[in-house]
């Protein structure tokens, strides 16, 4: 399974992105998927969740400005990415797991090259 991000890039504070993750197989459908970030300096980050049932969860920091979401006939996952901020700055990684819902990126086996995305104030 290949998974690759697209949708990166800069954005201004306050702006919005939408972050693209297309599998070259039906690994979305049913499983859980994930995104993750890595800032320079900083260890990867969990930033949302989307079980096979739909059931979401986000970071306390994303809360309320990004939404998961999956389309199982394009296998692809998205991150809608709104009011942007300085903070959110990062490389995003896409994550699957067959296994059970999980926010520990070790127990992940399927994982995205990563997109970067940066925020300017």
């Known amino acids: 399974v290949q998974m690759a991000e697209s949708g990166g890039g800069p954005v201004q504070a306050g702006g919005s992105l939408r972050l693209s993750c297309e599998a070259s197989?039906?690994?979305?459908?049913?499983?859980?998927v994930a995104w993750y970030r890595q800032a320079p300096g900083k260890q990867r980050e969990f930033v949302a969740i989307l079980t096979g049932e739909g059931v979401t969860n986000y970071a306390n920091s994303v809360k309320g400005r990004f939404t998961i979401s999956r389309d199982n006939a394009k296998n692809t996952v998205y991150l809608q990415m709104n009011s942007l901020k300085p903070g959110d700055t990062a490389v995003y990684y896409c994550?699957?797991?067959?296994?059970?819902?999980?926010?520990?990126?070790?127990?992940?086996?399927?994982w995205g090259q990563g997109t970067q995305v940066t925020v300017s104030s």
């Open positions: 994550a699957a797991t067959p296994s059970y819902p999980t926010a520990q990126a070790s127990l992940y086996p399927y």
């Open positions: 197989g039906s690994i979305f459908s049913g499983n859980t």
